[in-house]
């Protein structure tokens, strides 16, 4: 199968603990933000998003949180499953523009 | 899960071949995207389209040309491929007005 993400920094967690996944983005006139998660062999699936004038934002056992002052993202996984292992980045919109920053990823492995 | 096909998923070919790599969107999508993506590393943007006949060129120069005859077909064409060009490419699309993107199955490219 594909090798993607040989030397991408490695989060292990648990089955059943939450996992907390970091970002920091680049530009401050970025407006919006995307978790992608990645799978071996496919192409990058859309977790969640949140827009600059937010905070946190909660989806189906993930949340995400933006802090604008530290230009910090982060993914949040509540119990933690086999089927979440993969290669997980964060994409940010620059306002007013089709650019996105993509980061280069975290792969999370989940133990069972 | 959006409807974004991609082919060939895998695809080896001697140095100086013309290749061709398709997309195919049936959301209806206006904005359609390439990206490239080495293992363990970030998306980098290729082309971009925001239309029928209307492209532009990304941050990444990768000596390839795209078009936009349809709506929902964006092929992306190397005319002389070189072992440089190995990679996995990334095909996808938004809507207009909505910035998120959603990503084909990828294509993985060797030139030997």
């Known amino acids: 199968g594909e090798n993607v993400g040989l030397h991408l920094p490695t989060l292990s967690v648990q089955e059943g603990d939450n996992s907390i996944i970091n970002c920091a983005y680049s530009n401050s006139a970025s407006d919006y933000f995307i978790w992608y998660k990645q799978e071996s062999g496919k192409g990058p699936q859309f977790i969640i998003d949140?827009?600059?004038?937010?905070d946190k934002r909660q989806g189906q056992r993930v949340t995400v949180l933006l802090n604008k002052t530290v230009k910090h993202l982060s993914l949040q996984i509540a119990a933690t499953q086999p089927g979440d292992s993969a290669v997980y980045f964060c994409a940010e919109n620059i306002s007013g523009t089709y650019k996105y920053i993509f980061g280069t990823g975290t792969r999370l492995k989940v133990l069972a | 899960e959006a409807d974004i096909y991609q082919t060939p998923r895998y695809l080896v070919i001697g140095t100086g071949k013309k290749i061709t790599l398709e997309c195919s969107q049936t959301m209806g999508h206006d904005k359609m995207y390439w990206y490239q993506q080495d293992p363990g590393m970030e998306l980098h943007l290729i082309h971009y389209?925001?239309?029928?006949?209307?492209?532009e060129k990304g941050d990444l120069s990768s000596e390839s040309t795209v078009s936009r005859i349809r709506t929902e077909h964006f092929p992306l064409t190397l005319e002389s491929a070189r072992p440089s060009h190995t990679s996995q490419y990334l095909c996808?699309?938004?809507?207009?007005?909505?910035?998120?993107?959603?990503f084909g199955p990828g294509t993985r490219l060797t030139v030997t």
């Open positions: 389209s925001y239309g029928v006949n209307s492209t």
């Open positions: 996808a699309s938004s809507e207009y007005g909505d910035k998120k993107q959603y």
């Open positions: 949140i827009r600059s004038n937010m």
